[in-house]
């Protein structure tokens, strides 16, 4: 098993939503950001992580970074989307029903391949970087994005 590579895939999984949830909320003039949201997706990261064995902090700290990411890349689409009228007519996948439950679900997926990484091999190191960016395709993800959540996630440690 490639342990740092099924996580990475997982991580990619997620970002790959955020065209469609950054679809749903310009067609319903809602904002990218929501709080309240964020705070569900925080604290189940962290009691799904405690129940395996890694640090609760940590992984928040690393999900806080995924979720700007996930920001990030909605922000580049709606800015696009200003000047491209049509783009907003395709159909987008409802987030409440479809992308939220997907997304919590790939949040688990994600919170189990770091523990078998973590377990089996260690910590994340730079060993993995060349492998991380060239997993992470989504577009609209920048180089610095990448940079900010491989360095949460080579801080993620098992539970004490
Ligand atoms: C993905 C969404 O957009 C943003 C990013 C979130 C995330 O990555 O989990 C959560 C809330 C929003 O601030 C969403 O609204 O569900």
């Not at 992984?59 to 783009?87: E, G, N, P």
């Not at 996948?93 to 990484?117: S, T, W, Y």
Request: charged content about 30%.
């Amino acid at each position: 098993a490639n342990y740092a590579e099924d996580t990475f895939q997982a991580i990619n999984e997620r970002l790959s939503y955020m065209k469609d949830v950054a679809l749903f909320k310009a067609q319903k003039g809602a904002p990218v950001e929501d709080v309240e949201r964020e705070r569900v997706v925080l604290d189940k990261a962290k009691e799904e992580a405690a129940g395996h064995g890694v640090d609760p902090t940590s992984v928040s700290d690393f999900f806080s970074a995924q979720i700007s990411a996930a920001k990030a890349i909605q922000f580049r689409y709606r800015a696009d989307w200003l000047s491209d009228a049509d783009a907003l007519k395709q159909s987008a996948r409802d987030l409440q029903a479809e992308v939220r439950p997907a997304l919590l679900k790939l949040g688990d997926a994600i919170i189990i391949a770091i523990a078998d990484k973590l377990k089996n091999e260690g910590p994340f190191t730079d060993a993995e970087r060349d492998l991380f960016n060239d997993t992470l395709t989504i577009e609209n993800l920048s180089q610095r994005d990448k940079d900010m959540i491989f360095q949460a996630l080579k801080q993620i440690r098992l539970q004490q």
